[in-house]
């Protein structure tokens, strides 16, 4: 009369993929106060008043930031009250800086404003060994 059903594979396969996620949004309703970390990457609508460090940051135009800025790649379309350092940055037409900027690449929309000093990024020394291949560091 009653039989058990298999527990339904859509929902674990959703928090697996949920797991599995390679970056995290804090929406427009967020605000936080102290410093973010983000392993992987991470898009911003809300409000930060800390430091921000992540492998990549995509800015939305109605995110504030209050604290510096570090990662690989970064799109900035907000607010920004502090450095900002990138090995790959673009600056949009409605960002809105107020602090030192640091890059590797440099894209700057027509239209955004930087308050700040621009210092590109001396690309470290490698030794390389005959051949072509890169020596391991000590």
């Known amino acids: 009369m009653f039989s058990?059903?298999?527990e339904a594979t859509?929902?674990?396969s959703a928090s697996n993929n949920m797991s599995a996620s390679?970056?995290?949004v804090l929406g427009p309703d967020i605000a936080v106060n102290g410093d973010v970390t983000a392993t992987m990457d991470l898009?911003?609508?809300?409000?930060?008043?800390?430091?921000?460090?992540?492998?990549a940051l995509v800015q939305g135009?109605?995110?504030q930031v209050t604290g510096s800025i570090s990662a690989e790649n970064a799109r900035?379309?907000?607010?920004?009250?502090g450095a900002v350092t990138a090995d790959v940055l673009i600056i949009l037409k409605t960002a809105r800086i107020e602090g030192d900027?640091?890059?590797?690449?440099?894209?700057?929309?027509?239209?955004?404003?930087?308050?700040?000093?621009f210092t590109r990024r001396a690309s470290e020394?490698?030794?390389?060994l005959a051949g072509g291949s890169e020596a391991a560091s000590a």
């Open 76 to 81: 900035l379309a907000g607010r920004i009250k």
């Open 61 to 63: 135009e109605s995110s």
């Open 101 to 117: 900027v640091t890059y590797g690449a440099l894209t700057v929309e027509e239209g955004a404003q930087v308050d700040g000093k």
């Open 4 to 6: 058990k059903k298999p």
């Open 43 to 55: 898009h911003l609508d809300g409000k930060v008043n800390g430091d921000i460090s992540c492998a």
């Open 22 to 24: 390679t970056f995290s």
């Open 10 to 12: 859509g929902r674990s």
């Open 125 to 128: 020394p490698r030794l390389m």
